[in-house]
């Protein structure tokens, strides 16, 4: 792969490689509160059957995950878990917050032990708003995640312009910018 | 009596007696295993330390707090009509069962009563409630124990409860439905229709389930004999709900305590198994997921007319006092203790989670148990983790 | 339903007030206050010193073998209200005043807890103040096994010790966390710095009678 390693990839292989990236999506699910259930009727239940969409939701361990939906409530002493299993997913990598307690602490905005919002701890590209977002919300974060992931410069990743690449405008289910 | 007391008792004498073969037997260098805090099985995190002594379990310690979001403070914060919308989150899977005991305290202390087609349609929601998580349970334990198709089909079934509730409620996992002196809306047209066939589909998916997994000879030698709880110290740890019925207890607040709910109205049976064991729980949830289908139909049949909603006044302010009331839920008994000032909200509230008893007794009841049974042992006391840590 | 007659026989009255009288008989002046609501329940509140006593006593004479929960409450009245001042605002007056609720008290933390007798279906709300300025109580371990995790989350929470216990450790929260979140006096920082947007002032609707006087 030294063509991705220097960043001169040539288009069409870019547009292979991102096709076949944003259909084998291997998602890690961090069920931790009630969005857990949704995501698990999302990813797990014969009605939404997450992988139509070219998911595949039962890694064993995130290493081996392209995809981590933290869904439910975060709180201080769990924080430092989500922490280290982002570091551990190989890059490239993505994030999916789902719930509102993920996204901002939600009903707990004024707890003393919940922390509000996990973009505090770790990058998001999406966020699933909702208390909690029904499953077909769900899937449309995983759809435009990837649409984004199939718009994206591969190289750009690679020669670690990542902070620039990465941080960009998240995406918003139901609003916000969509690429 | 004898009959359960006596196998109860020799079980009860094999834990012991496997209790103490374990460091005369074989002597083992002693390991620590750490459980948690995430486990693909389970919706929260709850992290358990044991130590082992070859593949017997000396020593274990659950961990909890992960999921801590402080209920307590943050009820004294809010309005009464603020706090029902935050306690639905205590138990996720059966949500709207967490509104009625606050409901009903906060009643009350205001020495109001709903009208009864509310009170009807609340046992009623109750029940369905208790429908979504049970069948979630019984699911989930298969996956527990190896077996993947069962959580398929309870994913399946129980959104035809979740499309009830969400069609009467507004909402498919969080109702905020109820209300002081009442319910919010009256139920829509073809809602009791609807009902009546998906509690056909309910108990099918029971029997489904008994079939597949009750009488398969490896889920009965995996739970059999295994995690036994002696009545006695159940109820010493507090244990509630299925766990303390499957222990022979006969205890069950819908039936045992007057409130102001449908369940005296209709014809139903508590169940309770001798065993103790593992078994024995999940067994008795199975049993009362379909009677909770019973209850409900018998209920659609004789829901009185009239208001939903009593005469409450716009703003509401709880006289002075204290108020404990508690109710079966899925779970076990959840109980709130409201105390009140006269102010707009609750000066305290004291929430008694069933998760919070029953997973207290895991110290207990995984000494001398072998490792693959932790799991199994873990799962057949079911534990929400909202409702342990809240 | 069939097993309801076992409910409607229930002498609630005699049946509570023997409660009463069984926690006199064995305590004494030890028992400080009693409150019976026909039909419904009953408070007791007992010296600090016979906190455990109470317990044994209900657990053997009364036959409360069940154990529900146990935990404490700050009479404190909170001296941030609600949270949801202005905080550019100066501080508004408070009631500082401490009033117990029922079965009355002297002190400022009150421990609590709560058993039932499962056979005759009822249950028993006990209290018992904490001495102010060693707050420590007697711990019900003996008494009931499952009170073990209930004086951790008391402990954690409140600050309250348990003598006897043997493992007072956190539960919850971090191991860095400072302070007792159950107390009035632990602010929610979150609400101090930021006023409150939900407050509003219920309009009437139309046709609406004025109901919001009471």
Redesign the interface.
């Given at each position: 792969m030294g063509l991705v390693d220097k960043g001169r990839l040539p288009k069409p292989l870019t547009t292979l490689f991102n096709m076949g990236r944003s259909y084998s999506l291997w998602v890690y699910?961090?069920?931790?509160?009630?969005c857990?259930?949704?995501m698990?009727?999302a990813f797990?239940?014969?009605?939404y059957d997450v992988m139509r969409l070219g998911v595949i939701p039962l890694p064993a361990s995130p290493r081996q995950a392209d995809l981590v939906v933290i869904s439910?409530?975060v709180?201080?002493?769990?924080a430092p878990?989500i922490k280290r299993l982002y570091e551990q997913m190989p890059e490239p990598k993505y994030v999916i917050s789902m719930g509102s307690c993920a996204n901002c602490g939600g009903?707990?905005?004024?707890?003393?032990?919940?922390t509000?919002g996990i973009d505090q701890i770790i990058p998001v590209d999406v966020y699933v708003p909702g208390?909690?977002p029904?499953p077909e919300a769900l899937l449309e974060g995983v759809v435009l995640l990837q649409q984004r992931i199939k718009n994206e410069d591969m190289g750009a990743r690679w020669r670690g312009e990542g902070t620039k690449a990465i941080v960009r405008e998240p995406i918003v289910v139901g609003g916000g910018p969509v690429e | 009596m004898t009959d359960l007391a006596d196998r109860q008792k020799l079980s009860y004498i094999a834990a012991q007696a496997a209790d103490a073969r374990l460091n005369v037997e074989l002597e083992t260098e002693g390991m620590t295993l750490n459980i948690g805090p995430q486990h693909p099985a389970t919706h929260g995190t709850l992290r358990i330390i044991v130590r082992l002594d070859g593949e017997q379990v000396v020593w274990a310690e659950p961990s909890a707090g992960y999921m801590h979001r402080g209920y307590e403070k943050l009820t004294e914060v809010r309005t009464f009509p603020q706090v029902t919308a935050l306690v639905n989150r205590i138990d996720w899977l059966g949500s709207f069962a967490n509104e009625v005991p606050f409901i009903l305290a906060a009643e009350q202390l205001m020495d109001i009563e709903a009208p009864p087609r509310a009170q009807w349609i609340r046992t009623i929601l109750f029940e369905l409630s208790r429908i979504a998580n049970v069948s979630l349970f019984l699911g989930d334990l298969g996956v527990q124990l190896g077996a993947v198709t069962p959580v398929f089909m309870a994913f399946r079934d129980r959104e035809y409860v979740l499309n009830l509730i969400e069609s009467a409620t507004g909402g498919r996992f969080h109702p905020n439905f109820d209300r002081i002196g009442g319910l919010k809306d009256d139920l829509p047209a073809g809602w009791i229709a609807e009902t009546k066939q998906v509690m056909k589909k309910l108990r099918n998916f029971c029997d489904e389930i008994e079939n597949l997994l009750f009488g398969n000879e490896i889920f009965q030698s995996r739970l059999r004999g295994i995690g036994v709880i002696p009545a006695d110290v159940a109820k010493q740890y507090g244990l509630s709900g299925a766990n303390l019925r499957a222990s022979g207890v006969d205890w069950d607040l819908r039936r045992d305590q007057k409130l102001p709910l449908a369940y005296d109205k209709v014809d139903w049976k508590v169940w309770t198994h001798p065993d103790g064991d593992s078994f024995a729980r999940c067994w008795i949830r199975l049993q009362e997921t379909r009677e909770a289908t019973h209850i409900v139909d018998q209920l659609l049949d004789g829901i009185p007319s009239g208001p939903i909603m009593a005469k409450v006044p716009r703003i509401i302010k709880v006289p002075e006092g204290e108020a404990w009331v508690s109710t079966e839920n899925p779970l076990g008994e959840m109980g709130y203790y409201v105390v009140s000032k006269g102010d707009l909200g609750p000066f305290r509230v004291k929430i008694r989670s069933a998760s919070f008893n029953n997973i207290s007794i895991v110290p207990w009841v995984l000494r001398g148990v072998y490792v693959p049974d932790v799991i199994s042992i873990l799962a057949s006391l079911y534990f929400i983790l909202g409702d342990i840590d809240r | 339903m069939s097993d309801d007659s076992a409910v409607a026989e229930l002498p609630g009255d005699a049946l509570r007030e023997g409660v009463v009288q069984a926690l006199r008989d064995a305590l004494g002046d030890a028992l400080l206050d009693s409150v019976v609501v026909p039909q419904r329940d009953v408070w007791v509140r007992v010296r600090t010193d016979a906190w455990r006593q109470a317990g044994i006593v209900l657990r053997d004479t009364v036959g409360c073998d069940y154990f529900c929960f146990l935990s404490a409450i700050d009479w404190l009245p909170s001296p941030f209200g609600r949270g949801e001042d202005d905080p550019t605002a100066p501080a508004p007056e408070r009631d500082t005043e401490i009033r117990q609720g029922v079965t009355g008290g002297d002190t400022r933390m009150q421990v609590f807890a709560r058993v039932t007798n499962i056979a005759k279906h009822f249950g028993v709300t006990i209290k018992a103040d904490v001495p102010d300025d060693e707050p420590v109580v007697d711990s019900w371990l003996p008494v009931y096994a499952g009170a073990n995790w209930h004086e951790r989350e008391t402990h954690e929470m409140f600050g309250i010790g348990f003598a006897g216990h043997p493992d007072l450790r956190n539960m919850y929260r971090p191991t860095d966390f400072e302070g007792h979140p159950l107390r009035k006096d632990f602010p929610l920082l979150a609400r101090l710095v930021k006023p409150w947007p939900g407050i509003v002032d219920v309009e009437p609707l139309p046709g609406d009678d004025s109901e919001d006087e009471s």
């Open positions: 699910q961090w069920g931790l509160a009630c857990a259930i949704e698990g009727a797990g239940s014969p009605r439910g409530t709180t201080d002493k769990m878990s009903p707990y905005w004024d707890s003393y032990s919940v509000k208390c909690p029904r | - | -």
